[in-house]
């Protein structure tokens, strides 16, 4: 039988980046997802797998140290919280240029700013459209429950790998904080250099192999129409991503007149809405994108033919309702609800939003 | 059957650590749990909480606004939660250093004198375990052979040996948990 384990999403991200047989993590602390270091500071994966951890001197040491490790074609990862993400913007432009893979946390809290401790969806903006510099995507995975924030380190790294771009797992302080059931995977071997070769190609740096050209990873080019044609690849690039990888979940969508559209901990919130709504005859649904690039657009579109009204709902002032009017294009009523810099609304809050803004609006 | 549970009292009384038995209780015997508590510097001193839900059915928000169940520990937790418990609920408290008590009539209020209790015992540390017996005394929510499971797992190894007297105080609070108010 499957060991069932009850752990802190923080908790299983770190066991769960152990048994994927990744090589190195790198971090600073920082609430709410000190645990993720602290567990794997306390569990000494170098002793089990040979995985390096460290704390780095600062989050911009530490994203250039998953930079460096990346581009010799190792499984490495790094996590912060809303601040300390800021500070790594910069290195995440740099690894998305020279398209390497890696995977990042995001346990967001309040801003802007130093902000607060407590829960925040408010880094939307800058995970989905691209806090660093120049035209980039990240892969970004957004867990609702402790099972998915295990799930998603090894589907973020299948991906990152897959396409040779930077993975991010959106979470916030509830998911991260959180204690509920969950399965962990098997544990994996860690791969050598030449299963990275044969299993993604030959790109890393890990020493020039006769009769091959020699791999370089940078992301400079100062002729500007090699640069126009390396960002004509990572455009293509992002289409095929966009083509293939979406993913989302729908509950109780197919009679539904009113539409919720949340992820992450505020998907889970909405549910308990969507039985509430039920109970008082409103025919709620929910969709829950669970990448948030690329974005379910085309379902959400489809699903505005058939509501009257669409709610989105997040833990921020209004940034992924955004891609929601986008994605409905003026076919029905979208607004926004949610409480923001640390509040987390309840079913009932987001019910009544849903009966002023939506449905009495 | 859903339970939601809120836990509250001050840091240091083992109002984490008893949410997190329950949790474990509920788990083995195969209920849905979550288990959310309050983060940060309330840790540190002052009021700490925390949110337990069991159920049978798959758990949508983790985080509650109203309770079936209200633990409360200190003055300032019986402040920000009595009006939270769900008409008919559970309120359950330790009098100890209580000045307002609870004044809801539709609700069912229950007393556990665990610091006195503990105190009596010799052993502070034991404070959460009997409030725990009169949780279950009063609702048995999960059985208590699973809880003894649950205290073992929650228990770090090296702190075994205080099993059998975590095991005394639950029984204490069974025994001496009092209804207050019955609906």
Not at chain 1, 34 to 51: D, N
Not at chain 1, 154 to 180: C, H, T, W
Not at chain 2, 167 to 182: D, H, P, S, Y
Request: charged letters at 25%; one cysteine or more.
């Amino acid at each position: 039988m499957e060991e069932i384990k009850l752990m802190k999403g923080n908790e299983a991200v770190a066991e769960a980046a152990i048994r994927a047989g990744v090589d190195a993590y790198f971090g600073y602390p920082i609430t709410p997802q000190s645990e993720i270091i602290e567990y794997l500071m306390t569990e000494e994966p170098y002793k089990r797998t040979g995985m390096v951890v460290l704390q780095a001197e600062s989050e911009l040491a530490a994203i250039n140290m998953v930079y460096g490790a990346a581009a010799c074609g190792k499984k490495v990862m790094t996590s912060s919280s809303s601040p300390g993400l800021s500070l790594k913007q910069e290195g995440l432009s740099y690894i998305a240029g020279s398209e390497l893979p890696c995977l990042i946390v995001d346990v967001v809290r309040g801003g802007p700013g130093l902000g607060t401790i407590q829960p925040s969806q408010a880094d939307y903006f800058q995970m989905v459209k691209g806090g660093g510099h120049g035209d980039y995507k990240l892969i970004v995975l957004a867990p609702s429950t402790v099972q998915e924030m295990a799930d998603f380190v090894e589907l973020g790294f299948e991906l990152a790998f897959k396409y040779r771009n930077p993975a991010l797992i959106l979470s916030d302080g509830v998911i991260g904080q959180m204690m509920e059931k969950v399965v962990l995977p098997p544990q994996k071997e860690r791969l050598t250099d030449e299963e990275v070769d044969k299993l993604y190609g030959s790109w890393a740096t890990t020493g020039k192999k006769k009769g091959r050209e020699r791999n370089i990873i940078t992301s400079l080019e100062l002729k500007p129409e090699r640069q126009e044609a390396h960002n004509h690849h990572l455009q293509n690039k992002y289409k095929k991503i966009a083509e293939n990888e979406i993913r989302f979940e729908t509950f109780n969508c197919e009679d539904a007149e009113y539409l919720l559209v949340a992820y992450g901990s505020s998907a889970r919130i909405c549910q308990k809405t969507v039985q509430l709504a039920r109970e008082k005859g409103i025919k709620a649904g929910l969709l829950r994108p669970i990448t948030l690039w690329p974005y379910p657009s085309k379902a959400i579109n489809k699903l505005a033919d058939q509501v009257k009204g669409i709610l989105a709902v997040e833990m921020s002032a209004g940034q992924m309702v955004e891609d929601v009017k986008l994605a409905v294009n003026g076919k029905v009523k979208v607004e926004h609800y949610g409480r923001f810099g640390g509040m987390v609304h309840s079913p009932d809050e987001v019910l009544e939003a849903l009966e002023t803004k939506i449905i009495g609006g | 059957m859903t339970e939601e549970i809120i836990i509250a009292g001050f840091g240091g009384q083992g109002v984490l650590s008893m949410g997190k038995i329950l949790a474990y209780s509920g788990i083995t015997e195969n209920k849905e749990v979550s288990w959310m508590p309050s983060y940060g510097p309330e840790m540190r001193g002052g009021t700490a909480n925390v949110s337990v839900i069991i159920s049978d059915e798959r758990i949508s928000s983790p985080i509650l606004q109203n309770f079936d169940t209200a633990i409360i520990l200190n003055q300032q937790s019986m402040d920000k939660f009595e009006s939270g418990v769900k008409p008919g609920g559970l309120l359950l408290y330790d009098p100890n250093g209580i000045i307002r008590h609870p004044t809801r009539k539709d609700i069912n209020i229950y007393t556990i004198e665990g610091a006195a209790e503990a105190a009596k015992q010799k052993s502070s540390k034991t404070f959460n375990m009997i409030v725990l017996g009169a949780f279950l005394k009063i609702k048995p929510v999960v059985k208590m052979e699973n809880v003894l499971k649950g205290l073992k797992k929650s228990l770090p190894e090296r702190h075994h040996h205080l099993i059998p007297m975590n095991e005394e105080a639950i029984k204490v609070g069974l025994e001496k948990v009092k209804a207050v108010q019955t609906l």
